[in-house]
């Protein structure tokens, strides 16, 4: 059996998203189980990563198999070979491909053509590996999804959307405030909806941060210009400006909320410098738990549907 892909959150049916934030949950109080002894995975970035690439390679190798990564120009996908190409290569060495890739639809092409499972470790569209563990920090520190309040301060960006889409599948309200021209696409919303109907919960797409954050159990933020967009960095900063992240605007949601970062953080930018370390904030547990939500993603997409 091939396995599937996890190219989109969507992929995910809402008790799978809950079944590996609880795996996760269990596997990082335990030591992990050497379920992937003699499997081999890929690890193909065609963007720089810190994160990702070092919580796949450590969590491959806590679960007994091997990891071997390649990085920006190594590969070249779509310039040196084709997209279906380099698939079917890999395929015939290892058991599953992570991809970082420019354009999701190379995410897209890897996936149709290889014979092993494609997991999406960011794309410009999505990234789904980064919401597990968002999820899982969530009902680390509140004991639930059900019912919060979660408010994203900043782009509707690939980081946003797997946000937005995993929330709305699991019964947590999302809220989002944005700049004009830099909300999430309403295709996205429209989805979230969707899964949200289930639960009777809100998906909602503000101008107003502080109006956004009334009530608000979680602050999560995420960078203004994300990679590739480097050449919009100075308008950027002039659009984004009252969405930094800050003492103050943390005080307009709840008194017990946290606040989130999946990190790079740019300091100055998005997030006021110190703000990582603020009481409320949990974003080194937040990175921490990508390691634990790559074991548990891994675990599932390779050996149990493997
Ligand atoms: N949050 C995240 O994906 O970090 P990296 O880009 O360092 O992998």
């Not at 065609?46 to 990702?52: C, H, V």
């Not at 499972?117 to 969530?138: F, G, R, Y």
């Not at 004009?180 to 941060?209: C, F, I, K, M």
Request: aromatic residues 8%; proline residues 5%; negative net charge.
């Amino acid at each position: 059996m091939r396995g599937w892909d996890l190219l989109s959150i969507l992929d995910l049916d809402p008790q799978h998203i809950l079944d590996i934030v609880h795996r996760a949950r269990q596997m990082s109080g335990e030591p992990a189980w050497p379920v992937l002894v003699g499997k081999n995975v890929a690890l193909l970035f065609e963007k720089p990563s810190l994160r990702t690439k070092a919580s796949f390679h450590v969590a491959v190798q806590q679960l007994g198999g091997y990891s071997f990564y390649m990085g920006p120009g190594e590969v070249e996908l779509g310039a040196r070979e084709a997209v279906s190409d380099v698939a079917r290569v890999l395929s015939r060495y290892v058991d599953c491909i992570v991809a970082r890739v420019n354009s999701h639809s190379s995410l897209k092409e890897l996936a149709e053509y290889a014979s092993v499972p494609v997991i999406n470790a960011l794309s410009d569209w999505e990234h789904p590996c980064q919401t597990i563990a968002d999820l899982q920090t969530i009902h680390e520190r509140k004991g639930t999804l059900e019912g919060l309040k979660i408010t994203y301060i900043g782009d509707g960006n690939n980081v946003a959307r797997s946000l937005c889409l995993g929330l709305a599948s699991v019964g947590a309200n999302f809220t989002i405030a944005s700049p004009p021209g830099y909300r999430l696409d309403e295709e996205t919303l429209e989805q979230a909806r969707q899964r949200a109907s289930a639960w009777n919960t809100d998906v909602t797409a503000l101008v107003d941060p502080r109006e956004a954050l009334s009530n608000a159990d979680v602050v999560y933020t995420d960078v203004w210009t994300s990679m590739g967009q480097e050449a919009e960095a100075e308008a950027r900063r002039r659009d984004f400006q009252g969405y930094t992240v800050d003492p103050d605007l943390l005080s307009c949601a709840r008194w017990d909320a946290i606040f989130m970062h999946d990190m790079p953080a740019h300091y100055g930018e998005e997030v006021a410098p110190g703000m990582l370390d603020h009481p409320q904030s949990v974003a080194f547990d937040q990175a921490e738990n990508r390691l634990h939500a790559q074991k548990a993603l891994l675990e599932y997409i390779i050996i149990r549907d493997g």
